[in-house]
């Protein structure tokens, strides 16, 4: 019985990225626009204007931009918890 008659067409998805050698960086790339999306939803919901966030992040507009870029992997740890906790949430880091 061949693979396609089990139902087993081919590696899953991650086993994919893996062999291709992409797996970290697409996950990073993931992570980044779901915060993306979390933190300008939230904005939306609370109505927080971008000019708004950055005053409280004591930063830039144009940097506020950069952080809600999906495709921007310049932004480190401290400056998405600031944004988290200036929208009333928490950033959580796991290591599994």
């Given at each position: ?17 893996h062999e291709q ?18 933190l300008e939803q ?55």
């Open positions: 019985m061949s693979d396609i008659e089990k139902g087993k067409i081919g590696s899953s998805f991650e086993e994919f990225l050698d992409t797996y970290a960086e697409t996950t990073e790339l993931a992570v980044k626009r779901v915060i993306a999306y979390q939230s904005m939306k919901e609370k109505s927080i204007t971008k000019v708004a966030m950055a005053k409280t992040l004591k930063t830039s507009r144009s940097q506020l931009d950069r952080l809600l870029d999906p495709k921007n992997d310049g932004t480190t740890i401290g400056t998405l918890a600031r944004a988290a906790e200036a929208i009333g949430m928490t950033l959580s880091v796991e290591l599994r």
